[in-house]
């Protein structure tokens, strides 16, 4: 994996290269001179938020939160903004798309509005073409979207996020919808977290709507997530991707293929994670997993009986609330997992941390 994304990324670079360098013969043959895009964006306001669609592949940085209350907010991210469609996607389609890097230096974009229902590719970004997103925080979004719609990133192709929450709700009416993720293509998504709603057609996560040969690690969810088909409480569809060291708490609804963590593991691969959340389907459910297709595999990952209502799932092991929260069923499968005295105690040494026989486990990272 790490390898084809390499490749992927080095591919994109080249381009990137070769039309910078044709760009500048062109404007030098044309009398003109040539001045490639700024490298650096620092982001005070929306109205600095929305020139990065200027600088695609440069590199930015939030240096503060933005709110309602920032400069910009009325006329680019509000209810009343761009007609009542809110803000408009950073590479709102596949010739614009972003391929720099942010850095949300652990900054939050806070009350972010998109109603673009019969838009694709919809999010704060829309298309992502390589680069990396890292260290922010959507808080309090609404974002409404067609094909491709999550609160972060419609469509990620070959992209880096990390450390990347959303809370707040996604809605569609089309496929590949995710809480922070809709269309994951070859790209990672590490460290991350999504809570709130997310409703869409087919391909519907709480995370990520669908991983498409991508790697997604150490995450969780906790969205009420809510679809037709191949819906899951953290990835709708996992099509020969890799989940890994991940978590979903929301309760999922559906009427096929629909899973507690995962929904349709067609040929993808599914290690060390569990799901809690309440399951409801009128067609193929799992506890963890709907459905999975081809060669699709699970190994060393869990699922509460009790909670979810479901007691099979295709792949996993079902346990009661008590053995759940219960650290010798997750040690004993191989788990980085140590005790801790409280909730509110961390042991970063740890990828996961648990109170034992009080709580379910967390990645060490996860706040309170």
Request: with cysteine.
């Amino acid at each position: 994996m790490k390898a084809i994304l390499g490749s992927r990324k080095h591919h994109y670079i080249m381009n990137l290269s070769v039309f910078l360098i044709t760009a500048a013969l062109i404007a030098a043959m044309a009398g003109c001179t040539y001045n490639p895009p700024s490298k650096n964006l620092e982001i005070r306001t929306w109205y600095d938020l929305d020139k990065v669609r200027d600088n695609l592949p440069g590199s930015h940085a939030l240096m503060n939160d933005l709110d309602s209350t920032t400069p910009g907010y009325e006329e680019l991210a509000s209810p009343t903004a761009n007609g009542g469609k809110g803000w408009l996607p950073i590479g709102a389609i596949w010739e614009l798309a972003f391929g720099g890097t942010f850095d949300g230096q652990g900054y939050e974009i806070r009350d972010l509005f998109i109603n673009r229902h019969d838009e694709n590719y919809v999010g704060l970004f829309g298309v992502l073409s390589g680069g990396e997103i890292k260290d922010i925080g959507l808080v309090n979004a609404t974002v409404t979207g067609n094909e491709s719609a999550g609160g972060l990133v419609g469509r990620n192709n070959y992209a880096d996020l990390r450390s990347c929450h959303f809370a707040g709700n996604v809605n569609s009416e089309g496929l590949y919808v995710g809480g922070l993720v809709g269309y994951n293509f070859f790209g990672v998504v590490g460290d991350s977290s999504s809570t709130g709603n997310v409703t869409g057609y087919r391909n519907v996560g709480g995370l990520v709507g669908c991983n498409y040969e991508g790697a997604l690690y150490g995450s969780y969810s906790t969205c009420s997530v809510s679809g037709d088909k191949y819906v899951g409480g953290l990835v709708g569809r996992n099509h020969q991707g890799d989940v890994a060291v991940s978590s979903a708490r929301g309760n999922v609804v559906g009427n096929g293929v629909v899973g507690g963590l995962v929904g349709d593991n067609y040929n993808g691969g599914v290690t060390k994670c569990y799901a809690a959340g309440s399951v409801v389907s009128a067609g193929f459910a799992g506890g963890l997993i709907g459905a999975n297709f081809q060669y699709g595999w699970v190994s060393d990952s869990f699922w509460d009986v009790e909670t979810s209502g479901q007691a099979t799932s295709d792949g996993g092991t079902g346990k009661n609330t008590t053995e759940m929260q219960d650290i010798a069923i997750f040690s004993g499968a191989g788990w980085n997992i140590t005790a801790v005295a409280n909730s509110s105690t961390r042991d970063p040494a740890y990828i996961w941390n648990v109170v034992n026989n009080v709580t379910y486990p967390f990645l060490s990272w996860q706040p309170v």
